[in-house]
Nanobody, 116 residues
C-alpha cells in the first residue's frame, strides 16, 4: 500500500523557518514529479512548489519565491520543503503530492501555523 507521510510542521513566529519532509512507503519518489500544496481554512488547495523527476527542475508559486526551496534526496526517498521568512499568510495544512502519468498520491498533510 502506497503511503506518503509528511512531517516537520508546527508553530513558528513570523520570520522563522521550518523544514517539511515527505517520505514514502511503497513508492520510489525519484520516479515521480513531487510537489507541495497547501490549503488554508476556507481556501482552495494551491500549488506551492514542484520538482520534476527527470531534470530536477523546480518551480514555485509567486507568493513563496525566494523564501521556499523544494529539494529531494533520492538516497533517503525523501522530498523537502525548506520554508524561510515565514509569514502569517503561510499558515495552512501542507500536503505532499507524487505524480507520474496516471498515478497520483497524496499525504495526509501537516499543519504549519505562523504567528504574527
Amino acid at each position: 500500500q502506497v503511503q506518503l507521510v509528511e512531517s516537520g510542521g508546527g508553530l513558528v513566529q513570523a520570520g522563522g523557518s521550518l523544514r517539511l519532509s515527505c517520505t514514502a512507503d511503497g513508492l520510489t519518489l525519484s520516479r515521480y514529479a513531487m510537489a507541495w500544496f497547501r490549503q488554508a481554512p476556507g481556501k482552495d488547495r494551491e500549488l506551492v512548489a514542484r520538482i520534476t523527476w527527470t531534470s530536477g527542475s523546480t518551480s514555485y508559486a509567486d507568493s513563496v519565491k525566494g523564501r521556499f526551496t523544494i529539494s529531494r534526496d533520492n538516497s533517503k526517498n525523501t522530498v523537502y520543503l525548506q520554508m524561510n521568512s515565514l509569514k502569517p499568510e503561510d499558515t495552512a495544512v501542507y500536503y505532499c503530492n507524487a505524480d507520474r502519468r496516471l498515478e497520483n498520491y497524496w499525504g495526509q498533510g501537516t499543519q504549519v501555523t505562523v504567528s504574527s
